[in-house]
């Protein structure tokens, strides 16, 4: 809720500045789209058959193989020639190597993110792996070295970072999906340990539990110090927010059934997605994928689309090992290399239930000593579930292919050609009690919870739902035997997701590309209407007045040309920090229902208490309003490689800075801190989907950037105009001979 840590990685890319590196050499210069495929291998590759790649004028992929393992092989060119600066950066923040970057700051991030231990599992996670999933994941793998070890053109970063060329192995792309599959209850349980020394804290446990907790469901079966630091590496690279909705054919204004997607990511360039597209005899799909793993995690194939939001659940405890004996516990040490000093030793302490996550450097949690219980520590292969997802062709298929997957959880939606939709909560959980836990750190006894495990075919699942309608924002999903999880976000976007397809008995796809950037949110609606009965009777001069008229007349959009959203949000700011603790609003932003909390206690306060600071705070907005203007003056889509924070600088890696709408629950999220300064959101809406099943080439995508991830190329950033517009690149599935240009890869003679 307060001005601190304003954007992933600031304080730690400081030292970069220290460093006298590439950094001082500037960018690369500005090249175009032709030069960059000119860069290209086309020539002498160790392919099976030729390959075809179209490229349009957007630098999305459409690759076309007649072997698995030419097209998985081929993939690997593809990310890397986009991408190869972005996935080397991504592989040692997973790897907890930050520091060999950066340079001495990162040393204590490095040490908390080994103590959390990403790749854990990795080793015995690729040992099991199918034969069918690990030779596409291979194929893959030869095409990423190939490029990283023939290309001549290397990305800035290597130079930035003085990155050596190391090839890639599976376990590599295994811990980079855990690291994106972060549990995201550990951001609510990273902002709230310290707080467990209030006198009143199980009071407030208590509160957050029930707020967090009271979730609206998708379906009903028949019968945002250092240790923010951290955080902000985590949520923004794991999948903690979205929207999804899938509409059936009978509600649907084509006649065929409508998926939409819009995930909710860190917003910093380069984008976290790619869009690709490709068909080889096993795949025959479009989609989103991160830049590093080999399958589409949103998008489509000719028979069936997918997408969903991330289930919040709750696949982690904290398990309080203060009482065991000294001999329970294996001690590892592994050493942290440093950039510019010298290289450093983390100690890794193992319990019977995890890692000792309150060793963590970043982790403030007083004299608390607890292990992380995670089922991402545990094997589970979320590789060949999503490629056999990938595969699937009809309901059955899409159940099967998430029959074992467990992180990171999601509400997956699932709309196919026949036109029928569903749902599936996918992911692995403790057989908890139903009971809510009396702390944030649970006794050793809860363990035992985890002797017995309950997974994706054991949760509730639905399929041609008799509305005919389907969405999913990061909610509960539905009731289920065993506790799913205690923190979802607010019932903001859910209820506004439902709110509007409720309304009209037939969904365009237009329609729903209005859904991804609608910008009402209803508990800050709710806070204002508190306000406004509670301003009754004040005595206020003309400029609070007039803030006060504003405040009345607004219709509860953040849109970026709104005065009255600007009027609430300068009122509020001064009005929260006059009348709350500083700890209770981190707590509330912890646990995530900061506006619900606010708006209850704001509602408790006598007259004699609130009016007084009410009239101040109206008093105080009056100069802010007078200021921006707008909302959008004020609330700014500042669009940054994570190097934007450097001082001085960091400058040269700020590329863009635009009014937007929306806000922390808005469907289109940009989230921000409560604050009446001029401000940037760091976190939100990203990228967009649609597909109609009705048609194979009605696909459109969208992301908040490019598809090429090197400095000032041609498509670096070249869809920001159509994102703020609301405009989309279409990405069919049968793309004819006009859709871009058509390049041959040819195998070695």
């Given amino acids: 809720m307060r001005n601190g840590v304003t954007a992933p990685l600031a304080a730690l890319l400081a030292t970069l500045a220290l460093g006298g590196c590439a950094v001082l050499g500037g960018l690369p210069a500005p090249s175009e789209r032709g030069e960059r495929l000119a860069a290209f291998p086309t020539r002498d590759l160790p392919l099976e058959r030729p390959v075809t790649i179209r490229w349009n004028e957007r630098m999305v992929p459409f690759v076309e193989a ?131 020394e209030r006198e009143d804290w199980p009071e407030l446990w208590a509160r957050l539990l029930e707020a967090g907790s009271n979730s609206t469901a998708s379906y009903r079966l028949e019968g945002e110090g250092e240790t923010r630091l951290l955080e902000d590496i985590l949520g923004g690279l794991g999948r903690s927010g979205s929207n999804s909705v899938a509409v059936a054919a009978g509600r649907s204004a084509s006649g065929g059934a409508l998926m939409a997607n819009d995930p909710h990511l860190g917003v910093t360039l380069p984008n976290a997605w790619i869009v690709a597209g490709y068909r080889t005899p096993s795949y025959h799909v479009v989609g989103l994928m991160v830049p590093g793993l080999p399958f589409v995690a949103v998008g489509r194939n000719p028979w069936i689309a997918w997408g969903g939001t991330n289930l919040r659940s709750a696949n982690s405890d904290l398990i309080d090992v203060s009482g065991l004996p000294p001999e329970a516990f294996e001690t590892e040490r592994q050493a942290v290399a440093v950039r510019w000093w010298f290289d450093e030793e983390v100690e890794i302490r193992h319990s019977p239930h995890g890692p000792v996550i309150t060793d963590a450097p970043l982790v403030e949690a007083g004299a608390a000593e607890a292990a992380l219980k995670w089922v991402g520590h545990g094997p589970s292969d979320e590789l060949s579930a999503l490629l056999a997802l990938n595969r699937a062709r009809d309901w059955e298929g899409f159940r099967a292919a998430l029959a074992d997957y467990a992180i990171a959880p999601q509400n997956f939606l699932y709309a196919d050609a026949a036109g029928d939709i569903g749902q599936v909560m996918a992911t692995r959980l403790p057989a908890r009690a139903m009971t809510p836990p009396d702390d944030l750190i649970r006794p050793l006894s809860a363990a035992a919870d985890w002797e017995r495990m309950i997974g994706t075919a054991d949760l509730p699942q639905v399929f041609r739902p008799q509305s005919g309608l389907l969405a999913s924002a990061n909610n509960r999903g539905a009731e289920a035997a065993v506790p799913v999880g205690w923190f979802f976000s607010s019932n903001d976007r859910m209820e506004r997701l439902q709110a509007l397809l409720a309304a009209d008995p037939e969904i365009s796809l237009e329609q729903l590309a209005a859904l991804q950037r609608d910008v009402y949110m209803a508990s800050a609606v709710a806070i204002r209407d508190v306000l406004l009965r509670r301003a009754e009777g004040l005595a206020l001069a003309e400029e609070p007045a007039e803030v006060l008229a504003l405040l009345r007349g607004w219709d509860g959009h953040y849109r970026a040309d709104s005065r009255g959203a600007l009027a609430f949000e300068q009122t509020l700011a001064p009005l929260v920090e006059a009348l709350f603790e500083d700890a209770d609003l981190a707590a509330f932003d912890a646990g995530g229902r900061p506006f619900r909390l606010i708006a209850e206690g704001l509602a408790a306060l006598p007259d004699a208490t609130l009016q007084p600071a009410l009239a101040e705070a109206l008093a105080g907005a009056a100069p802010g309003v007078e200021r921006f203007g707008t909302w959008g003056a004020q609330h700014r889509l500042v669009l940054q490689h994570p190097l934007g ?88 599935l049968e793309p004819g001979e006009g859709w871009g240009e058509t390049v041959l890869l040819e195998p070695a003679q």
Wanted: hydrophobic share 40%; glycine share 8%; net charge negative.
């Fill in 645 to 732: 924070n450097l001082p001085l600088l960091g400058a040269r890696y700020r590329f863009a800075d635009h009014p937007t709408g929306g806000s922390t629950s808005t469907l289109m999220k940009t989230a921000h801190a409560l604050t009446t300064e001029r401000h940037p959101t760091r976190y939100g809406s990203q990228s967009r989907h649609l597909s109609d099943l009705s048609d194979p080439d009605a696909n459109w995508f969208v992301l908040l950037g490019g598809q090429d991830g090197w400095f000032n190329a041609e498509n670096f950033r070249d869809q920001v105009p159509l994102w703020r517009a609301g405009e989309y690149v279409q990405v069919p």
């Fill in 66 to 196: 007649e072997t698995d393992r030419d097209g998985a092989f081929v993939l690997g060119l593809v990310h890397a020639h986009l991408r190869l600066g972005q996935m080397e950066s991504l592989r040692r923040i997973a790897q907890g190597r930050i520091a060999e970057m950066v340079g001495p700051f990162a040393a204590d991030i490095d040490k908390s993110l080994r103590i959390l231990g990403f790749g854990r599992a990795a080793p015995g996670i690729v040992a099991a792996m199918p034969a069918e999933s690990r030779a596409w994941l291979d194929a893959y793998l030869e095409g990423v070295n190939h490029y990283l070890a023939t290309t001549e053109a290397l990305p800035h970063e290597f130079a930035l970072f003085d990155l050596e060329r190391e090839p890639w192995t599976p376990e590599d792309v295994v811990t980079i999906g855990r690291l994106v599959s972060t549990d995201v209850n550990w951001l609510v349980w990273f902002g709230l340990l310290e707080q467990r």
